[in-house]
């Protein structure tokens, strides 16, 4: 394992707006590291607004991704990397929620100015030996995502992350049918729908925050790690229901936590 201690946490996450630079292209960073075939785990200390605080395990492989909480159980999320399916398993309910993926083609009815702001700090810690850096990513001016991101660390695992929001972008874009225009919010749709993947294009995310009071911090990874295949097997008992299925209902939101949420807009996706 390679234990994170979370250093950062005493760098204040708030907009560095005397301290703006040219952030790099993702295509800069890609060069510097290796993607390895390996299985990557990671753990995620997590806090959020009305619940309590929590674990978040995420594991990649080359064919699936598992979104837990750090538990083995019949409550997950898998993605299929190769077909493009969310698969959200509730033990609850003892069913699968099914997402596939779909082109993102509501309006958002605003426009994005998208800017982002970047600060090298020499005092943080190194993370396996990638330079850790302040970025606030924000829409229209206003500060939507802070993030200290390990610049091209685990590329791999970011690219994974990336497919699996951009399939939940498709989904939460049917959902802002139902949200009137006057209610819409542009960081919620800049980071869930229309860019759900600039805060990964540089590397890994190890402490972020966002606009919503969601925070969660690196705690561990390994990017060696063995994964009990069973890990990657959907319940066979459990019955399947899709978001087709759902027509003439409010189509749930999805969190990277494999629960199905009442919310039109809101999922934190990893």
């Not at 990649?60 to 019949?74: A, C, K, P």
């Not at 009815?109 to 702001?117: C, W």
């Not at 850096?133 to 802070?146: L, P, Q, R, S």
Request: hydrophobic residues 40%; charged residues 25%; proline residues 5%.
């Amino acid at each position: 394992m390679k234990n994170v201690v979370v250093v950062l946490i005493a760098i204040m996450l708030v907009a560095c707006g005397d301290n703006k630079q040219t952030a790099p292209k993702a295509t800069d960073l890609k060069g510097q590291v290796e993607k390895k075939p390996t299985t990557a785990m990671l753990l995620y200390n997590v806090a959020e607004p009305g619940v309590d605080p929590y674990q978040s395990r995420v594991i990649v492989t080359d064919e699936f991704i598992r979104l837990d909480e750090n538990s083995d159980g019949n409550d997950f999320v898998l993605v299929d990397r190769k077909k493009e399916i969310v698969y959200s398993v509730s033990n609850d309910n003892d069913s699968i929620l099914i997402v596939n993926r779909q082109p993102v083609d509501t309006p958002a009815g605003m426009e994005f100015n998208l800017s982002v702001d970047k600060k090298q700090d020499d005092s943080a810690p190194q993370i396996d030996g990638k330079n850790v850096v302040h970025y606030v990513f924000k829409v229209n001016g206003e500060a939507c995502n802070d993030a200290m991101i390990a610049e091209g660390l685990l590329m791999n695992v970011t690219k994974a992350l990336s497919e699996y929001r951009h399939i939940l972008a498709g989904q939460h874009a049917t959902t802002l049918k139902t949200v009137p225009a006057d209610m819409r919010n542009a960081c919620d749709m800049a980071s869930h729908i229309f860019y759900p993947v600039r805060h990964l294009e540089y590397g890994l995310p190890v402490q972020e925050s966002d606009y919503s009071g969601y925070k969660r911090s690196l705690a561990d990874f390994d990017d060696d790690w063995t994964a009990n295949p069973k890990l990657f097997v959907l319940p066979a008992e459990f019955g399947r229901f899709s978001i087709d299925d759902m027509k003439g209902t409010a189509a749930p939101a999805i969190s990277a936590d494999g629960e199905v949420e009442s919310s039109a807009t809101s999922a934190h996706q990893g």
